[in-house]
């Protein structure tokens, strides 16, 4: 949908690529780097500086003690983190929980090294979590859970009551929990993101991702990292090396910056700005006669698309491009097949002018 919005000169609501302003104090510090000749490999794990940063980024938000020399990684995008974890956890045959709707990346990259999502259903339509339906999916294969939270495409923001029975359910089948928290600063309406490694016993089994990409609008640059135990931090810092080599080296140097210089309010004004957008994207999607799902967090927006011609949600997302000029995503890229065919995924994370534009061509409908 990318390729054919371009194509055309259209609006794209369809990839989250988060073309918002970068902070100023980021990209002052990664040309600055560059202009220092910072522009070699780093340790594959990331520049100390980057990872103390890191460190202490979890000690502030969470409560979390890690050791920056052994327990963090730097990663090239949350990605590349999840792709470290997978490789040096898991084997072959091995199964994995993923809750659907699904963050596509997360089932392909499990299936590329032959490992099996197990797909546990969020009850639409407002995605509620069904213990019930995650014991069923358990079989003697299963070695972890897959937990997005604040999750893409549907915004859920998960309970603290729903991350304490996924980290019961861990706890009761041994199992790993690998998070992805990229969008733990984007939480609305006064929801709070919980990271399941707080919780009582799970620190040691749980594999924390998350980057910069969303909180500092560098989705190019290729910034994440991961944080976990010593004991699994050495072979996901040597399958990232085999894999990567390392994240860019001033761009991680612009990263610890931002995470050392910018104040809380940043983070808070941060959720305040995008729920503004949400609002302005979900009343151009009532107006134009569609149903949007409010999220509580992240910043996409499903809708139901029902009155839409095409039979699939993929005719109707391009015949929605072709009308109005405005790219979104087929929900069926989100579910297993026959799934999401009514829905389209809207990604609200635009400089406003542009928003604005697309929310009123939207309403032409």
Not at 277 to 285: D, G, P, Q
């Amino acid at each position: 949908m990318t390729s054919e919005c371009d194509r055309m000169g259209g609006i794209n609501l369809a990839q989250g690529v988060c073309d918002t302003p970068v902070p100023e104090v980021v990209v002052t510090a990664a040309a600055q780097a560059m202009r220092d000749g910072q522009n070699i490999y780093t340790r594959c794990d990331g520049i100390t500086r980057l990872r103390e940063a890191i460190a202490a980024k979890q000690q502030r938000d969470y409560g979390l003690s890690y050791d920056a020399e052994r327990e963090v990684l730097v990663a090239s995008g949350a990605t590349a983190g999840l792709h470290a974890a997978a490789m040096a956890l898991l084997n072959p045959g091995d199964e994995v929980l993923v809750f659907e709707p699904f963050y596509g990346y997360h089932v392909h990259t499990l299936k590329s090294l032959r490992v099996k999502p197990v797909l546990v259903a969020l009850a639409e339509p407002d995605f509620r979590f069904d213990a019930e339906a995650m014991r069923e999916a358990v079989t003697p294969q299963t070695r972890a859970v897959l937990l997005n939270t604040p999750a893409n495409p549907s915004g859920k923001v998960f309970s603290e009551a729903e991350v304490g029975a996924v980290a019961e359910f861990c706890r009761q089948y041994d199992l790993f929990l690998i998070t992805d928290e990229i969008y733990e600063y984007f939480v609305y309406d006064g929801a709070r993101h919980i990271c399941p490694a707080t919780l009582g016993g799970m620190r040691e089994r749980t594999i924390v991702i998350s980057g910069f990409s969303k909180t500092y609008s560098i989705t190019g640059w290729r910034v994440g990292f991961a944080t976990a135990d010593a004991r699994w931090m050495p072979a996901m810092a040597h399958f990232h090396d085999l894999t990567y080599v390392c994240a860019p080296a001033p761009l991680q140097v612009g990263v610890a910056a931002g995470l050392e210089q910018l104040p809380q309010s940043f983070y808070t004004q941060l959720a305040a700005d995008y729920q503004s957008k949400r609002a302005r994207m979900a009343a151009a999607l009532e107006a134009a006669g569609m149903e949007p799902a409010i999220p509580a967090g992240a910043y996409y927006m499903m809708a139901r698309v029902d009155h839409l011609p095409g039979k699939t949600a993929a005719e109707k997302a391009r015949r929605l491009l072709r009308a109005t000029g405005v790219a979104a995503v087929a929900g069926s890229a989100f579910f297993r097949p026959g799934r999401g065919e009514n829905l389209l995924r809207f990604c609200f994370a635009k400089q406003d002018a542009e928003l604005d534009d697309a929310c009123a061509r939207l309403r032409k409908l």
